[in-house]
């Protein structure tokens, strides 16, 4: 076991100290920018301060335990307040309403309720008066207020105290009455009630010192590194530097992504994680309610597959049984075979697998894929039309149902507003077309960038730039990529067989999907694998064309869409680690 | 490449012969139950009357070669007909509407339409007329007539000789006009109107003879068996017996899960699978908008993990750049950790998977679970009723949104009505009270069961059974199971530590439901890993009870349902392969 949690276990009581200390961090999520030097000073303060409010609960736990915790006198509100790990038994009004904050009106003023939430902050003012926040999911957060009575009941001093030296992230019942206070709380979300709170139990306590305080994790990172940090250099570092005068020394410092990952449950708990990921949630559920209400029928490939797909590179393998099993690097071969049975247009979203040894911040070993299939009728473009619809259904949806959620999001990691084309004067450029504009108006590097040969990684970014100020889009589709660039399962063109039916969506300068119209004739498809120099009995490959001989398969194309890049790179995030729930990296695979 | 596929390639024309033989069987889907014997003689009779269609098809290929297809005469219907692998090129009018046989209606009579579908059966009547039967996705077909006029055009008389010969299966677009026919066509789902073909045109040709046609794959799947059929022997055993006379020897023998998955296509587009594929997609759909309309978010658990979950059996594991992964059996661990990370309610939808060596009616080593985790205010049971009530919206939803689908399936497949309990009379029994009912009106085998150990699978049936006569439903929950008989991670009951706070849901006598409260207090989690003998240290056990330290986690539980284990039981599926995508079992691994 870690020496941190040894020396604050989660259960140790509360710090019955004024409680200034650990929930100082609190009430300053919106602190100017930091330097590192002030980000320094300001971990090693805490830290200081923490040790203090340790030894203090360590003084109060001794003087509790000699019976005398609260003063001489008995405590007449000592079954309003208290631990349940420590015994105390949970006695709130079973007729009081229980509250959620998302839905307190007007209702509720002057009733007594129940909340059950987290303490985000909590501080003592005098003798008599304690204030703290309580939180709930998506950061709702209200004020709570406990003023000791002169008759020592509902609310006693030792209870404010108590209350008062609660470690944040906590988490607690209370009972309270609502009240309007005399001026709308600004820091909270919940700024026109408060609660007059008469009774407090923790439910679940925080350790005092937190792995990474809530408004360490609501920072920006920018820190992608695989190298684990080196804590007690930097905290020596800020000690050092502790005696020289900044303003800024109160300012929090951001964390790394390593440390987000080890402190999985702040990180969780951040606003802005928390608004990334219901964005990420409603960007599912309108790529599902798009492509629905156009007759697609949802299913679910395999991960677990008989051979690798496309040739075998950067395939994750595994025993299985008696043989040997790949992880799916893509349901495709799945959506054809759902199309080769019978249906017209079919979608689906689940993980896929890349053993890709890249950190770069686009990758991930195992990412969430949006993808799609469709019969063609008459052109592939049919199915461009739609995968653009589902996409600009995406963009303006995110808008108009996440407003706050982009406001906090932004506020953290800001960023130009992301421009989509005009309805009607959607960008979609061949390949050549493309290349083209590049020669002409990116820079100068890539005045001879070719038309049969792939986009690198910087061009692509290039490409984007120049798009964004010719056209005034973010969002925009390359269509006819080289016959050298696509693998042998994409059409060739009937115009020009040097081109294929295939495209890639861009948003800001990166792909974020890749799609095209395949093959469905197995002879066609068996010349084109030959011509690529790859064996037609080679395992996988004969499974694959085998498919289109059992019946009479449609025209058929689609696209596969990476979920993860299209949150990030809507919010123009640093990493797509940001925007998936639990990022799968070759460093990383907890938690 | 295999033989089949040599001698009849699937772009081989279609057999311009009177098509009786090839496309024989697609009008006998409702035959009676069919005897081994019979089944046999009918493949026999099938294998022979193919080859007579393939001989057929190469003479006419010959003939067609010569210059002397349809006659002597100019074909002034040439352009109207024909395969567009063979350089027809496909003429359908552009103002005509292109329509889905499921939105057909009065309006479209007397209509010059378009239509792509896959010919599902074709014959011709005399010199001058065929019939095709059409179909689309999920069963939908459509007569089609053609009848050649005196002028030879638009329909000649070597076009209803090609069309008639179509092989089926194939995929066309036709032109027709809409008409009602004389009476209703009985063997069609599109009764009430038949299609006039002018036009036919052939986009992908079926081989002359099926790996399973449409009526075998439409039978119901007896045969598990993992070894692969002995094709050779049956069939002459089949030819051995055919002189024997026999009323049933045109009946459609059944295939085997072998057969189905080597001609994973025809599985497909059987009316059957599309049936359960369509009411699996709608399970999914009402389990997520109950949870959705109850407060719940989606989120994504990870498939690949860093340490075996649950102790490390069953657990596929893979190499991972320089360490090694698991695949996730189960995704607890993540809920739990979405709730400690300040959600309320959670659930996914996704796979996993278990190493497990089982061949069962209700094992797959990957299947699709559909999670839920969510913060109890005062009492475990709040998760009990959650769950109820969104298993109760999904049976009553299917019921509500499917009854063609089911009565489809149970045409196959028939079954005994899935008995729900009435409003306000669900059964919640506890595990005692279950063994008790066992011991006192389960067959005499069960008498002297324990209340201590987990029930066998036979108990469990012989349970379901007791249940359903005596309270008349084929769902229900057993709560409180003995406390050997579950994880660490299982809250003990306050009242009684000998149970946990951990159920069972059962469908029909089988668990499609395991859950409970989960320890959320990390010392009490400890000294429960402890008592059951494990290491706190070891791999996997310390991250997840770190993951409690690290901030006040509320009261929770939750559960996981087997997706596949509902439809199939729902259903009565002799297995749960019926009801997956593309079913995973220690020996296959494809398609």
Known sequence: ????????????????????????????????TTSKKAAKKAEAKAKKEAEKARKAAERAAAAAASGQGGGATEDLAKDNYGNVREGKKVQVSSEAAEISLKSLDESHVGKTVVLRAWIQNARQQGAKMAFVELREEGAWTIQG?????????????????????????????VEATVQKPLEPVKSCRVAQYELHVTKCFVLAAAPTVLGMTLAASNRA???????????????????????????????????????????????????????????????????????KSHGFKEFEPPCLIGAASEGGANVFRLPYFDREACLAQSPQFYKQMEIAGGRKRVFSIGPVFR????????????????????????????????????????????????????????????????????????????????????????????????????????????????????????FYVIDRFPEGARPFYAKLSDEDPKVTNAYDFFMRGQEILSGGQRIHDPEELEARIRQKGIDPASPGIKEYVDVFRQAGCPAHGGGGIGLDRVVAWYLNLPSVQLAAFYPRTPKRLLP
Chains 1, 2 share one sequence.
């Open 355 to 474: 053993a890709e040894l890249s950190n770069t911040p686009r990758h991930m070993t195992e990412f969430t894929g949006l993808d799609m299939e469709m019969e063609i009728k008459e052109d592939y473009r049919e199915v461009i039309f739609m995968l653009e619809g589902a996409l600009l259904h995406i963009f303006r949806g995110i808008k108009e149902r996440c407003p706050t959620e982009l406001e906090l999001v932004r506020s953290v990691y800001p960023c130009e507003e992301f421009l989509l084309p005009e309805d009607g004067k959607e960008v979609r450029l061949t390949f050549a077309e493309a290349q083209k504009l590049l020669r002409e108006e990116g820079p100068e590097e890539f005045r001879n960038v070719p038309d049969d040969e792939d986009m690198s990684t910087p061009q692509e970014k290039a490409l984007g730039a120049v798009i964004r100020k010719k056209f005034g889009t973010d």
């Open 221 to 291: 990172v920018t820190n992608f590194s695989d190298e684990e940090p080196q804590p007690d250099k930097s905290v020596e570092a800020a000690v050092e530097k502790l005696s020289v005068a900044d303003p800024a020394a109160t300012a929090i410092p951001a964390a790394s992504m390593l440390t987000h990952l080890n402190n999985i449950v702040m990180h969780k708990r951040s606003p802005v994680q928390q608004a990334i990921a219901d964005i990420r949630a409603e960007v599912k559920d309108l790529f599902r309610t798009y492509l």
């Open 145 to 173: 207020v406990l003023t000791a009575s002169a008759e020592g009941a509902p609310v006693s001093r030792p209870m404010v105290k108590w209350v008062a030296g609660i470690s944040p992230e906590s988490f607690v019942v």
């Open 1 to 32: 076991m870690a020496e941190k949690e040894e020396s604050n276990p989660a259960g140790a009581p509360p710090a019955p100290e004024s409680g200034s200390a650990p929930a100082a961090e609190g009430g300053e999520e919106g602190a100017a």
